[in-house]
């Protein structure tokens, strides 16, 4: 077999190479502690790293996590020059692309597997096209999950339906073992088609090395973990959603290096669990992305003002730790998780909004926006999931704000109109004396919203509905 020339473009042909691995990467954008490229660099004598920019993709995602989306292959391409290679971007449908460039190399293709519906459509008809093309059938690994679905069950031999089990069951489990290292493959140099220019990439430290740095900043504070993970106004969390989500960290290297030794490294751990287990719920129940999983709370009415929901949206609800978190998503793609749970308790049970417009939202924005997670997650605010939330517990907004964000640090921050506010004011100025908004240059109705719901009048509400769709009135 002819090695390619590392400084030409090459393109070989099913006959001349007959051992080349076509890594198709998707949610792994890493080469160490990743099986896939791993074992396809140790079986094949030749190596071609591919992404497909599917731009039905791409252009459903927000402005943030496509920056993220180009920084981390542009890192992930800065690696494969190490190793004398360069990935290869192809943009179009991989349904299309994948059998054509395996054809183009005469090349087996490997790829982690991915739990969403549309991920599991989309390699199934992959598959179907390398079959119907001669192709040889491709080699799947999984390499984005602590364990794979089907590993973690109950005595049963079922997954459990609710969660601390699970844990249980999770911690104890043997890891199944990945390939590791990196094999000695030459590494295919054709780049393929430029990245899509993002604003802001050039800016956003992509790729595993990065993402690197960021773990080992992690692990200063993770010891603090469990007493700072709820405060939005501190980084007391990991920050590694996004690494995670697009597989410039390992989720098992995550665990080993968190280990065990502390009350804060064991409740980081917990959380990737938590990961896991949406991950296999998902994998097991495609439909709980459209459906309730508990199917009795799709008949809740919801009122779904498009008014309401475009105020929230925006972060102009007048209920100040909502708008804060629903800015904070807005400006930067992230939301801390704690906020999170307060602005989806907000949408789904003070406006009784369909707890899917929240999901779709998020998606939209969020830069580690994952079906499973947010599906999983949104499932757990509404309480139509798998222990969930129970339906009758409504979050507080103005109580979770002193609570979580005593100082309003969080709030002042990312809703300056109220920065000015001293005191109580800043969680509820709907209810501060008037000298004090005055004093704090706010002016409800005019520089900042009144609420736009009475919440004990919304709580009331959304129990009557709830309980109503759940046949208890
Ligand atoms: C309504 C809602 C929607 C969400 N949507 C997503 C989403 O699309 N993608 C996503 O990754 N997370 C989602 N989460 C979970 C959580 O909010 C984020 O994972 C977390 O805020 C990310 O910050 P971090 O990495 O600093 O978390 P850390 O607290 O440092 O946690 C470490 C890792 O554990 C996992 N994790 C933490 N909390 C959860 C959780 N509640 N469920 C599942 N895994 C968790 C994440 O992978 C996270 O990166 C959602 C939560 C809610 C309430």
Redesign the pocket.
């Known amino acids: 077999m002819t090695a390619p020339d590392p400084a030409r473009p090459t393109t070989l042909h099913s006959e001349d190479h007959v051992d080349h691995a076509l890594v198709w990467f998707r949610r792994d954008l890493r080469l160490l502690e990743n099986p896939t490229w791993s074992a396809a660099t140790s079986t094949a004598s030749t190596a071609t790293a591919l992404f497909v920019l599917d731009p039905a993709l791409f252009e459903a995602a927000g402005h943030f996590r496509q920056q993220a989306l180009v920084a981390h292959l542009d890192g992930l391409d800065r690696m494969l020059r190490e190793y004398g290679g360069r990935l290869r971007i192809e943009h179009g449908d991989p349904v299309q692309v994948v059998p054509r460039v395996a054809a183009e190399l005469g090349a087996t293709v490997h790829w982690n597997i991915d739990t969403t519906p549309y991920a599991t459509r989309r390699d199934a008809a992959v598959t179907s096209a390398l079959a119907a093309a001669g192709a040889a059938e491709p080699v799947t690994h999984w390499g984005t999950l602590v364990h794979e679905p089907g590993r973690v069950l109950t005595g049963k031999g079922t997954l459990s339906k609710v969660f601390t089990p699970f844990a249980k069951v999770w911690d104890r489990t043997d890891l199944r073992p990945w390939a590791e290292g990196i094999g000695a493959a030459e590494i295919a140099s054709e780049p393929g088609e430029p990245l899509p220019d993002v604003a802001g990439a050039d800016d956003f430290p992509g790729g595993e090395v990065a993402a690197r740095a960021r773990v080992g900043d992690?692990l200063d504070r993770i010891d603090d973990?469990l007493d700072q993970?709820d405060l939005p106004a501190i980084?007391?969390?990991?920050?590694?959603?996004?690494?995670?989500?697009f597989g410039t960290v390992s989720?098992r290297e995550?665990m080993h290096v968190a280990g065990d030794t502390t009350d804060g490294r064991r409740g980081?751990v917990r959380?990737?669990a938590?990961?896991d287990?949406?991950a296999h719920l998902l994998w097991q129940n495609p439909g709980m992305v459209r459906a309730a999983i508990k199917p009795d709370y799709d008949k809740v009415l919801w009122r779904n003002d498009p008014d309401e929901y475009e105020a929230w949206k925006r972060g102009r609800t007048g209920y100040p730790i909502v708008d804060a978190g629903m800015r904070q998503l807005w400006k930067t793609g992230?939301?801390?998780?704690?906020v999170?749970?307060i602005?989806?308790s907000f949408l789904v049970k003070d406006l009784l909004i369909d707890?899917r417009w929240?999901?779709r939202w998020?998606?939209h924005l969020?830069v580690?926006?994952?079906?499973?997670?947010?599906?999983?997650?949104?499932q757990?605010?509404a309480g139509c999931g798998t222990d969930a939330a129970p339906y009758f517990r409504v979050f507080n907004p103005w109580t979770q704000s002193r609570k979580f964000d005593p100082r309003g640090e969080y709030i002042r921050h990312w809703v300056p109109e109220l920065a000015e506010l001293t005191g109580d004011a800043v969680h509820e100025p709907a209810k501060a004396a008037p000298l004090d908004l005055a004093a704090g240059g706010v002016t409800l109705g005019d520089t900042y919203p009144h609420p736009i719901v009475d919440h004990a009048f919304a709580r009331d509400r959304v129990l009557t509905a709830y309980k109503t769709a759940l046949g208890k009135i």
């Open positions: 992690f973990y993970r980084d007391g969390t990991s920050l590694l959603s996004g690494d995670l989500r989720p995550l980081f959380q990737l938590w990961r287990w949406y992230f939301m801390h998780n704690r999170r749970m602005v989806g707890w929240g999901e998020f998606r969020l580690d926006a994952d079906v499973s997670q947010n599906v999983g997650n949104w757990w605010v």
